[in-house]
């Protein structure tokens, strides 16, 4: 028996996918993001089952996920949205995949090589994370074109505080900059055959954003970007649901009664307000269950909600179940997800961990096994 597990729900991946498609319609590349993991939900059997569910292309962080995709006999194109280092670059275009340029040296290595890449050129338009600035934009054009082998495949940019607001004035602005990109390249002579900026918010927000090709992490996994992001949608008249498509669960690994006053985990940072039962269970944080959660979290155990008391430990935790009847070992447990009538989502581990929902599914440790379940 796994003592800890995660399952992913083929139902919810497949209704994530087909709202997101009816959103952004057919000519329109829905390119999820599968970095970290698949956002913890397990990177190959995920990405193959979105491609299944109609997913076009995969976007991955780095250069060792596409090779996981590739060795696991993915053949869907792939585009690397993070940096891929300079001694990288040949391995990646043997790979096949396109690979997002912002950097003179990666351009002058990419045409050293000699072989054909697809680039998807990064503009800066007010994120300051990656990108080509404008002022630098004419230098890249002007080494880009040197290099035959070398093919503007996309343009692309990303917003930096759509999530953030129920207005949109600073995704707008990036967008007029991302347009204006855009025609700069077109009178240089260049047709970049994809132009993309939408993530999850935008995919939904903004149709003008669309383009022909859309990254969606959090949303294909059915999570919304943020609250506001949720009500800005509302707002617009923009009625969709996500559906969240992973659980995670454990199993009771020990019961005891406990007395009254008795100090519980490491620093004794619980005393027990009365005689009671305790369960002990085989998670930590080196799961991904983090610390902040010590005496805050909740999991589900009988169909009822357990409180986590005392410090989250490196591989237990403890909760209380003295209001709880029957609690046995080996009992399944929802860290995440549905159990009954009761439910903890994400974004209630996220809140009670002072975090995003997006940091909690990608810190379940990746050596869980990730299960798809109908
Ligand atoms: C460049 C880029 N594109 C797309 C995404 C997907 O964003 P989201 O998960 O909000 O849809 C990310 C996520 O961080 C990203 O970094």
């Given at each position: 028996m796994e003592l800890t597990w995660v399952e992913i729900s083929k139902k919810a991946l497949t209704a994530n996918i087909k709202t997101f498609r009816k959103l952004v319609g057919k000519d329109v590349k829905l390119a999820p993001a599968v970095k970290a993991?698949?956002?913890?939900?397990?990177?190959?059997?995920?990405?193959?089952f979105l491609l299944e569910a109609g997913?076009?292309?995969?976007?991955?962080?780095?250069?060792?996920?596409?090779?996981?995709?590739?060795?696991?006999?993915?053949?869907?194109?792939i585009?690397?949205?993070g940096y891929t280092a300079l001694d990288e670059l040949e391995k990646a275009i043997n790979l096949k995949c396109d690979l997002t340029v912002y950097n003179l040296e990666t351009i002058r290595k990419l045409g050293k090589i000699g072989k054909k890449a697809n680039l998807h050129l990064k503009i800066e338009t007010?994120?300051?994370?990656?990108?080509?600035?404008?002022?630098?934009l004419p230098k890249v054009l002007k080494e880009f074109k040197?290099?035959?082998?070398?093919?503007?495949?996309?343009?692309?940019?990303?917003?930096?505080?759509?999530?953030?607001?129920?207005?949109?004035?600073?995704?707008?602005?990036?967008?007029k900059q991302f347009k204006k990109a855009y025609r700069m390249l077109e009178e240089d002579?260049?047709?970049?055959?994809?132009?993309?900026?939408?993530?999850?918010?935008?995919?939904?927000?903004?149709?003008?954003?669309?383009?022909?090709?859309?990254?969606?992490?959090?949303?294909?996994?059915?999570?919304?970007?943020?609250?506001?992001?949720?009500?800005?949608?509302?707002?617009?008249g923009i009625n969709i649901e996500l559906s969240p498509a992973l659980s995670w669960k454990t199993v009771?690994?020990?019961?005891?009664?406990?007395?009254?006053?008795?100090?519980?985990?490491?620093?004794?940072?619980?005393?027990?307000?009365?005689?009671?039962?305790?369960?002990?269970?085989?998670?930590?944080?080196?799961?991904?269950?983090v610390r902040l959660l010590s005496n805050k979290g909740h999991v589900l155990i009988r169909g009822k909600k357990a409180p986590v008391i005392g410090r989250v430990c490196m591989n237990m935790i403890m909760v209380d179940v003295s209001h709880i009847p029957g609690v046995k070992l080996e009992d399944e447990v929802v860290l995440i997800g549905k159990q009954g009538k009761e439910r903890i989502s994400a974004e209630d581990m996220a809140a009670n961990s002072q975090t995003i929902n997006y940091e909690v599914?990608?810190?379940?440790?990746?050596?869980?096994?990730?299960?798809?379940?109908?």
């Open positions: 993991n698949a956002y913890g939900h397990g990177l190959v059997e995920t990405s193959k997913a076009d292309f995969l976007c991955v962080n780095a250069l060792y996920e596409a090779e996981v995709l590739r060795m696991n006999d993915i053949k869907a194109p585009l690397i949205i007010g994120n300051h994370r990656q990108g080509v600035k404008f002022e630098d040197k290099h035959k082998n070398l093919r503007m495949a996309g343009l692309s940019t990303h917003f930096a505080n759509l999530e953030d607001r129920i207005t949109h004035k600073y995704a707008l602005y990036q967008l002579g260049h047709a970049p055959h994809y132009r993309h900026c939408s993530n999850t918010a935008a995919a939904i927000l903004l149709p003008e954003a669309h383009f022909n090709f859309v990254r969606v992490g959090i949303g294909a996994y059915g999570l919304w970007p943020s609250e506001k992001t949720l009500k800005a949608a509302e707002h617009a009771v690994a020990q019961v005891k009664e406990v007395d009254k006053g008795a100090l519980v985990g490491y620093g004794c940072t619980h005393e027990m307000p009365k005689k009671g039962r305790i369960a002990v269970l085989p998670i930590g944080y080196y799961d991904g269950y599914t990608t810190r379940i440790n990746e050596m869980i096994s990730r299960h798809m379940v109908a």
